[in-house]
């Protein structure tokens, strides 16, 4: 197979995949992996595609946004073992933010009815599971809220969390990598994000392994910024080593 028939047939299963990855497509074309990384470079140089960390992603899908529901469905399993192992950073009787997201909206889900805790929160479907529990003070920041994502943004969510100082984050993203850093599709929710960051003590990042290696259009952060990862196995345990030694604990649940 020439190169441009291969690059056609990498585009093809990039479109409809959604991504695609480097070992993978040496395996498939048997090719070594730099021929393929050739290839992704001259896609990416012809706009076709856009390289990510190990991979590359079609270029539409850098400023596509699917609905909550979509995303909900997606890594249902991982995400619950990620919002599982989540409890464990609660603090007792302490004060956490709840960013917005599909994983974070799942650890909401399971936190004890019996909790006590001080909760806030610009995501209405983490404020709709935490709403019922007695213990728990719960603080809904307000702003403009976006129907993508049901969360609240702009300058009232902004000026809200500017006042507070809370003991943990737990934090949502689209996408992260170590080279990338944190990043999500809307300027808006990006600029929310690096507001909880700055108003918390610690950083917890829920992200499912599917997310490493993305890129999407907003930058909010570095994972130098993260105190702790929580993900899945799906992560290599040499992607993690690589996370943990630029200073980010990591937990594959």
Same mark, same amino acid.
């Given at each position: 197979?020439?190169?441009?028939?291969?690059?056609?047939?990498?585009?093809?299963?990039?479109?409809?995949?959604?991504?695609?990855?480097?070992?993978?497509?040496?395996?498939?074309?048997?090719?070594?992996?730099?021929?393929?990384?050739?290839?992704?470079?001259?896609?990416?140089?012809?706009?076709?595609?856009?390289?990510?960390?190990?991979?590359?992603?079609?270029?539409?899908?850098?400023?596509?946004?699917?609905?909550?529901?979509?995303?909900?469905?997606?890594?249902?399993?991982?995400?619950?073992?990620?919002?599982?192992?989540?409890?464990?950073?609660?603090?007792?009787?302490?004060?956490?933010?709840? /960013?917005? $997201?599909? !994983? &974070?909206?799942? #650890? %909401?889900? +399971?936190?004890?009815?019996? =909790?006590?805790?001080?909760?806030?929160?610009?995501?209405?479907?983490?404020?709709?599971?935490?709403?019922?529990?007695?213990?728990?003070?719960?603080?809904?920041?307000?702003?403009?809220?976006?129907?993508?994502?049901?969360?609240?943004?702009?300058?009232?969510?902004?000026?809200?969390?500017?006042?507070?100082?809370?003991?943990?984050?737990?934090?949502?993203?689209?996408?992260?990598?170590? /080279?990338? $850093?944190? !990043? &999500?599709?809307? #300027? %808006?929710? +990006?600029?929310?994000?690096? =507001?909880?960051?700055?108003?918390?003590?610690?950083?917890?990042?829920?992200?499912?392994?599917?997310?490493?290696?993305?890129?999407?259009?907003?930058?909010?952060?570095?994972?130098?910024?993260?105190?702790?990862?929580?993900?899945?196995?799906?992560?290599?345990?040499?992607?993690?080593?690589?996370?943990?030694?630029?200073?980010?604990?990591?937990?594959?649940?």
């Amino acid at each position: 197979m020439y190169a441009p028939e291969r690059q056609q047939e990498i585009l093809r299963i990039a479109q409809e995949s959604g991504r695609v990855d480097v070992l993978s497509l040496a395996e498939e074309f048997q090719v070594t992996a730099e021929t393929v990384r050739r290839d992704l470079k001259a896609l990416d140089r012809a706009g076709l595609l856009r390289r990510v960390h190990g991979g590359a992603i079609p270029v539409g899908r850098l400023g596509f946004e699917p609905d909550l529901a979509e995303r909900d469905a997606v890594a249902a399993d991982e995400k619950d073992r990620i919002a599982q192992a989540a409890l464990a950073e609660l603090p007792a009787d302490g004060n956490v933010i709840v /960013d917005a $997201g599909t !994983t &974070t909206a799942r #650890l %909401a889900a +399971a936190v004890p009815v019996d =909790a006590t805790l001080t909760v806030v929160t610009h995501a209405l479907p983490v404020a709709a599971r935490l709403a019922d529990h007695p213990g728990i003070a719960l603080h809904l920041v307000g702003g403009r809220v976006r129907h993508r994502t049901r969360a609240a943004v702009d300058a009232w969510a902004l000026g809200s969390y500017a006042e507070i100082n809370a003991d943990v984050v737990f934090l949502g993203t689209n996408g992260f990598s170590p /080279d990338s $850093g944190l !990043t &999500t599709p809307d #300027l %808006a929710e +990006a600029a929310v994000k690096r =507001a909880v960051i700055r108003a918390a003590r610690r950083v917890v990042l829920l992200a499912d392994s599917g997310k490493f290696g993305q890129e999407h259009f907003a930058r909010f952060g570095d994972l130098t910024d993260v105190d702790l990862l929580i993900t899945d196995t799906g992560l290599s345990p040499d992607d993690a080593r690589s996370i943990e030694s630029r200073g980010t604990e990591v937990v594959r649940a």
